[in-house]
């Protein structure tokens, strides 16, 4: 999705305000995603009773995701996703939008070239480094077709879920158990970094979290587990509304801040929110 400092490049190690260091992989770590995960730096679970790793609650949070990037609970159809959806990102595409114009694009068709040498995105390379960092589709022609057949593989599926973990998901669960949150924050954390993208900046999920933590302390500083959610999700909604594209806050008014108001701090089934105005729930 959205990584706002990442137009240049990708920093080994992110700093996140607090000065807690989360890694993000770089193109070389990318092609081992298991051992950049193994490289963040160890954090604490004292506090959090939940685990959005858990796979049950893994897969609550990919059908949270996708019912706001693709208006569906089907996170597995989504592979073959893409389409220029006209917020000046170019190609928005796969499980969780990664995108032309802001460098993950490039980073999974870096990695997935890496393992497959011979794929139909590859030759799409030269001209994705081009296009980074603009919503140009220069160089692009027959990209989309290239993606969807790309998609049909174990590889390239494989490529997406491993990415979307190193560069999003293990980030953002790593520090919200640093943090002290149980899944419902951990998810929280992971939705905010997918859109906003890692880094410090003030629209980035560091600037955000930094933010957040003027006004509240996290249970890891002995501060009200709810009143902090709600600070960050405050922040976060702030940011969203700065931009556009993003402008809509549903899937933080009507979907986490229901289950914070619901006091769901373990994000247990069943679940009922809406996004953009279509209404969601996962009954077990």
Known sequence: ?????????VATVAVLAGGIAVAVPSLSQAAAPQAAASSTTEVSTQGSRSDLSDPARKEIAMKLVSSAENSSLDWKAQYSYIEDIGDGRGYTSGIIGFTTGTGDALELVTLYTSRVPDNPLARYLPALRKVDGSSSHAGLDGYPQAWKAAAATAEFTKAQDDLRDSMYFDPAVNQAKADGLNALGQFIYYDAIVMHGPGESSDSFGGIRAAALDK??????GGDETAYLNAFLDV???????????????RVDTAQRVFLKNGNLDLNPPLKWAVYGDQFEILS
Do not use: F, G
């Open 1 to 9: 999705m959205y990584l706002p400092s990442r137009v240049a490049s």
């Open 216 to 221: 509240a302390d996290p249970p890891s500083e």
């Open 236 to 250: 976060r909604a702030d940011a969203m509304r700065a931009e556009e594209a993003h402008s809509d806050t549903s």
